[in-house]
């Protein structure tokens, strides 16, 4: 007899991730259940110095609230004219609880006169997957791009409007969720931990 499908947890309170993560992740043998479904999973600081730290941190705090394997994910906008900043401080790196709005702006502000040439950078994904027994394992994906000196186009979230990756001539704010789930950093690590996945999804077969 078939078991039922596995739940693994998507340990994200961000919708937009949520929703994308959503779109990526269909495997038969696994079901993939988000964590607002367990109202006692508490937040996590995300206060590790690397995205991978804070990728891990929130799965195994979500495998050890649920009882159930966990994947989250953390992403960071590195871009080389300020030395990889914001990178793990891009959730706030306007400030402690600073809008999307607000991060854009201090963006474009620390890159004013730096020509589009200049202007490399790039989106890193890190995925963890962990089960509540503790063990872990982690991909990553990266996007390169350039950051545009003006906000274009009105889909997507956070960096999404000033993110042009290269090769293209539409910013992530412009693109489709499906042209920019195509492409992005996060279908990058969502594709790099499929085997870990995938060797689950068999074992309930
Ligand atoms: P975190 O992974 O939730 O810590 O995300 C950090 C910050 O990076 C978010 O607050 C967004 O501003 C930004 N971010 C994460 N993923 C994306 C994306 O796919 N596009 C644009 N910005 C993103």
Do not use: W
Not at 40 to 69: C, M, W, Y
Not at 94 to 110: H, I, M, P, V
Request: aromatic share 6%; charged share 25%.
């Amino acid at each position: 007899m078939k078991s039922p499908p596995e739940k693994i947890v998507v340990a994200t309170a961000n919708r937009h991730k949520a929703a994308e993560l959503a779109a990526m992740l269909a495997l038969p043998g696994l079901e993939f259940v988000p964590l607002s479904d367990f109202p006692a999973a508490g937040p996590v600081e995300e206060d590790g110095l690397t995205l991978e730290e804070n990728a891990l941190k929130k799965a195994r705090s979500a495998a050890a609230a649920t009882g159930l394997r966990a994947l989250a994910d953390d992403t960071g906008l590195e871009v080389e004219a300020l030395g990889g900043a914001p990178g793990v401080y891009s959730a706030r790196y306007a400030g402690e609880g600073s809008s999307y709005a607000d991060n854009n702006a201090k963006l474009l502000r620390a890159l004013e006169g730096v020509p589009f040439e200049a202007r490399k950078a790039a989106f890193r994904c890190v995925i963890a997957l962990c089960s509540p027994d503790g063990a872990s394992v982690t991909a990553e994906g990266r996007v390169a791009g350039r950051i545009l000196e003006a906000p274009r186009g009105a889909d997507g979230f956070g960096y999404d409007p000033l993110f042009l990756p290269d090769g293209g001539r539409a910013s992530f704010a412009e693109l489709s969720a499906e042209e920019k789930n195509s492409i992005s950093h996060r279908r990058a690590a969502v594709r790099n931990i499929l085997p870990a996945l995938e060797k689950i999804a068999d074992e309930q077969v």
